[in-house]
């Protein structure tokens, strides 16, 4: 009998040649190849959309998040990485699925407030929440990023959002507030969302690291919540960052900014567009040379085959 295929397989080596969504040497390559910084931001954006009891409430209702949280999150990143770095018809197939599965989302808030997955006020927040917790959480603490680069990021980003159904695509951190200040009256504190800071902070999601980091890492993503956001939402002084968690955070997001992970999804991606796997972890300038001259011998290849 064989196995069901697995919808969020990803073969980052294959097709070869095949582009991605998000072009080698956006500034969403150097975000979406450091774990920290993708741990640190996504915490936060669940918090952010959990902060609107539609979303929490399709979520919670409608998936596996109360039986799996931990399973149900790592299938969210592998949409995530699979939209920078994969093929890009192997992220269309995931993205659609997923649309496919959200079509299927309605229900009413516990207050009587109806909502489905695919209303596009949800559909803009939650990409936005995503947008903006892994650029933030890169620029403060892994290395900083100046304006005109995160501009970069949100303009690579929006292919792979208008994908999603997203009407109103992050073009800058301006339009993260905009909707922020829109949405901020439905916002209201829950369980739901200590019991996730919980499970991030005991470390079950990832074992093997330190525990002590992963309390750093809850503590990081509630620092990245808007003030007026962490104050609705009644997360208070017991998840203040400390200057140890501070130093522990940056160290290693420097080290996985600079230590290359062979057969890495970014890796594998820039061997599979004709680029050396160590890539994404090259400084900007040399990302750019190193694009150009691929290009050039393409387009050498090209007149003399």
């Given at each position: 009998m064989n196995a069901t295929p697995d919808p969020y397989r990803v073969d980052y080596?294959?097709?070869?040649?095949?582009?991605?969504?998000?072009?080698?040497?956006?500034?969403?390559?150097?975000?979406?190849?450091n774990p920290i910084a993708l741990g640190i931001g996504g915490v936060a954006a669940v918090?952010?959309?959990f902060a609107d009891p539609r979303i929490r409430s399709g979520v919670w209702d409608h998936s596996t998040y109360k039986a799996d949280p931990i399973g149900r999150s790592k299938r969210t990143g592998t949409a995530a990485l699979a939209g920078v770095f994969g093929p890009a018809s192997t992220a269309r197939r995931i993205i659609g699925g997923v649309n496919r599965m959200h079509a299927r989302v309605a229900g009413e808030t516990p207050n009587g407030v109806a909502y489905r997955a695919l209303d596009p006020d949800l559909l803009d927040w939650v990409a936005a929440t995503a947008g903006y917790g892994f650029v933030e959480a890169y620029h403060r603490f892994v290395a900083p990023l100046s304006p005109g680069e995160r501009a970069i990021y949100y303009r690579d980003h929006e292919p792979i959002a208008r994908l999603y159904g997203v009407q109103h695509p992050l073009t800058s951190d301006a339009d993260f507030h905009a909707m922020l200040d829109a949405l901020y009256p439905r916002f209201e504190p829950h369980p739901i969302n200590r019991e996730f800071l919980a499970i991030i902070m005991s470390g079950k999601a990832a074992p093997a690291v330190p525990r002590p980091l992963h309390r750093a890492l809850g503590r990081a993503a509630v620092s990245l919540l808007p003030p007026r956001v962490r104050s609705r939402l009644e997360l208070g002084s017991e998840f203040d960052l400390t200057i140890r968690d501070r130093l522990m955070l940056r160290a290693a997001g420097t080290l996985a900014d600079r230590v290359p992970?062979?057969?890495s999804p970014p890796w594998q991606s820039a061997i599979r567009q004709g680029l050396p796997g160590n890539f994404a972890w090259r400084s900007p300038r040399r990302q750019r040379q190193l694009v150009q001259d691929r290009n050039r011998e393409g387009a050498l290849s090209a007149g003399t085959g």
């Open positions: 080596l294959r097709p070869a040649g095949e582009a991605s969504l998000v072009p080698p040497g956006s500034p969403q390559w150097r975000v979406f190849k918090l952010l959309e992970v062979r057969g």
